[in-house]
């Protein structure tokens, strides 16, 4: 077998063996590749993400980060967590840090985890967003305190479901971290 021969033996068997075609010959007497299926067709390209479409992503990460970040230093009422910072910033921060002091001095753990199902309200300004106004109706039922001394459930009032309005802003930096949030009475969403 000559070398043209085996190099075009490989080359359809190779061919072949990944489902394409192989000429017999060019009119120069050299082997060619040819496809017997279609060539791919490239995907729609994807409108990209507005700026608000995108601080309304992070804006919500960052709120759910926050009470991720709270319900894990709750466990020990760890008011300096340096896990807080992470989400939260300004009167948020505070806000958190004062409840898991008092939590820690009244001698409170929290056990479980809040539910959370955010929505946007706000964005703005559209174009360039600095601020993303956040609603949510949280649930704290399966989030409950507890005395850390002898594990017994704390009488710190019902559980369910509340209103929630929180502000996120966007940092110096390009993150996002919320810097309010209000908490309603159970029973307001």
Same mark, same amino acid.
């Given at each position: 077998m000559t070398h043209y021969r085996s190099t075009r033996l490989a080359l359809t068997v190779l061919a072949a063996a990944a489902g394409l075609g192989l000429s017999a010959c060019s009119p120069d007497n050299s082997a060619t590749l040819t496809s017997t299926t279609p060539a791919p067709t490239l995907a729609p390209? &994807? =409108?990209?993400?507005?700026?608000?479409?995108?601080?309304? /992503?992070? #804006? !919500?990460?960052a709120? +759910?980060?926050?009470? *991720?970040?709270?319900?894990?230093?709750? &466990? =020990?009422?760890?008011?300096?967590?340096?896990?807080?910072? /992470?989400? #939260? !910033?300004?009167?948020? +921060?505070?806000?958190? *840090?004062?409840?898991?002091?008092?939590?820690?001095?009244?001698?409170?753990?929290?056990?479980?985890?809040?539910?959370? #199902?955010?929505?946007v309200e706000s964005v703005e300004p559209a174009d360039n967003p600095t601020t993303v106004n956040i609603v949510d109706c949280g649930d704290d039922s399966r989030w409950i305190k507890y005395r850390a001394d002898n594990g017994q459930p704390a009488n710190d009032g019902p559980g369910g479901r509340r209103h929630i309005n929180a502000k996120a802003k966007k940092a110096?930096?390009?993150?996002?971290?919320?810097?309010?949030?209000?908490?309603?009475?159970?029973?307001?969403?």
């Open positions: 390209s &994807t =409108t990209p993400a507005s700026p608000a479409d995108i601080a309304k /992503q992070k #804006a !919500t990460t709120y +759910l980060g926050m009470w *991720s970040d709270m319900a894990d230093a709750a &466990t =020990t009422s760890d008011w300096q967590s340096p896990k807080l910072v /992470q989400n #939260a !910033t300004a009167e948020a +921060l505070s806000k958190i *840090s004062r409840g898991l002091y008092a939590d820690h001095y009244n001698g409170l753990i929290t056990k479980g985890k809040p539910e959370n #199902a955010p929505t110096v930096d390009g993150s996002w971290k919320i810097t309010d949030f209000a908490i309603q009475d159970v029973g307001t969403c």
